[in-house]
């Protein structure tokens, strides 16, 4: 199962940005804010929203807040999580 959905979030998860945009996409965080703490525009945000919602990885119960249906990061994404957490302790 877990290889299953690596597989469709590597689709759609293809570069570092929009790996970050997936670690972020918590359902607390607005697009917008994504795109700050990302540095991209918010129209890239809601383009990666849009394909992962077509792989029905994330959805959006509150507009503009979109979250993971499965809460699930690779371990090997880590390092892009800890620069993600670090960029909000600044």
Known sequence: MRNLIKEELEK??????RKKMWILCNGAISTSEIAKKVGVSTRAVQYFIRDAQRLELIRVDKR??????IDWIPSEWQKLVESV?????R
């Open 12 to 17: 759609i998860a293809s570069t570092p940005e």
């Open 64 to 69: 503009g807040f979109p979250r993971r249906i």
């Open 85 to 89: 957490s670090n960029k909000d302790k």
